[in-house]
């Protein structure tokens, strides 16, 4: 089994709990609580290394990882319908899909609302001032509202990498810099 193989697998599990709690979360009006708990478990996901080996490790059983899952998400303040749905998963031994969880619930919820989401990356943070001429140039290029997640690479020395979907346009200064060094290549 190729990687590949083992990413889509995981991708697909992932998009079949995201349905099921996405449609769950409409039916009872709590889409604005699953929002605020993804903001939460993408927090814990980017900042514990603890979090990310309790859904990882094949070492804490179903039961452990059901009652820790249980105890992270009454003390983070999620909703009950994404309490519920961890410890299902923790159950089922699908814990390890949550980051890919989290993305495509963020996916079904903008593209309900008509916006799409754009992955940037920057040599130094970004204003305020240059997201949102950055939002409002990618919303003339798709013709949606444009949420931006950016993060921060100081080694591509400048310049952006922005990723829309399938689209990714790269204008940093190291990827220039690495052409260049292609290119010269080719010539001697």
Do not use: C, W
């Not at 920057?122 to 409002?136: C, H, I, M, R, V």
């Not at 922005?162 to 010269?184: C, E, F, H, P, Y």
């Amino acid at each position: 089994m190729d990687v590949s193989e083992t990413a889509s697998i995981s991708t697909g599990i992932a998009q079949r709990y995201a349905t099921a709690l996405y449609d769950l979360a409409k039916e009872t009006k709590k889409v604005k609580d699953i929002e605020g708990d993804l903001d939460a478990l993408q927090g814990a996901l980017d900042d514990s290394d603890d979090f990310r080996t309790l859904i990882q490790s094949p070492v804490y059983s179903r039961d452990e990882q059901r009652l820790a899952i249980t105890a992270i998400a009454a003390k983070m303040g999620l909703s009950d319908i994404m309490g519920n749905t961890l410890a299902l998963m923790a159950t089922k031994r699908r814990l390890f899909v949550l980051p890919a969880l989290v993305r495509s619930l963020r996916e079904q919820i903008a593209e309900d609302k008509g916006e799409i989401t754009a992955e940037v990356t920057s040599a130094k943070a970004l204003t305020k001032t240059q997201s949102d001429k950055l939002a409002k140039s990618l919303k003339a290029t798709t013709g949606k509202d444009v949420t931006l997640h950016a993060s921060v690479d100081e080694s591509l020395i400048g310049g952006l990498i922005v990723k829309v979907g399938s689209k990714m346009i790269d204008t940093s200064i190291r990827s220039k810099l690495n052409s260049l060094q292609n290119a010269m290549k080719e010539v001697g």
